[in-house]
């Protein structure tokens, strides 16, 4: 069971300097939670251990690539179902840049956005117009 999510668009950026800080607000956020959706703590953790900012990213089912500032960019989905991702964004929002996004599609074709803006994370439904709505008065 679950509900399946693809990521359809993103502009996603972390600065350099701010790798080690998302990393601590990613453990701090995982032991906030005693259980997570499709995620191993375990595995967040020993990359913590081992300073890999790219494997906790991973374990928790995104991946991202480096630009050549060092900068975290790219970012991808590797999960297949909406678990805690919208938990793990708010934790990580503050180290995010401001008006990075992510454009999600669920499997029933419903679509939403998660932004970052001074350090929060919000969310955002699509809304389809017609342009026979005004002709139609609706």
Known sequence: MGY????????FRIKAEKRKAVMEAI???????????????????????????????????????????????????????LGDDESFFRAIAPHV????????????GHAWRWYFLDGRLHDDNIKVTWDSDSVLDL
């Open 4 to 11: 399946n999510i693809d990521l359809v668009a993103a502009r």
């Open 27 to 81: 453990v701090d956020w995982l032991s906030e939670h005693r259980w997570l959706s499709w995620i191993t703590k375990e595995e967040v953790e020993a990359r913590y251990a081992e300073s890999d900012v790219f494997g906790m990213f991973r374990a928790c089912r995104w991946s991202v690539a480096s630009d050549d500032s060092g900068d975290l960019v790219d970012i991808e989905f590797c999960g297949e179902k």
């Open 97 to 108: 840049e401001s008006k990075s996004y992510l454009q999600i599609r669920g499997e029933e």
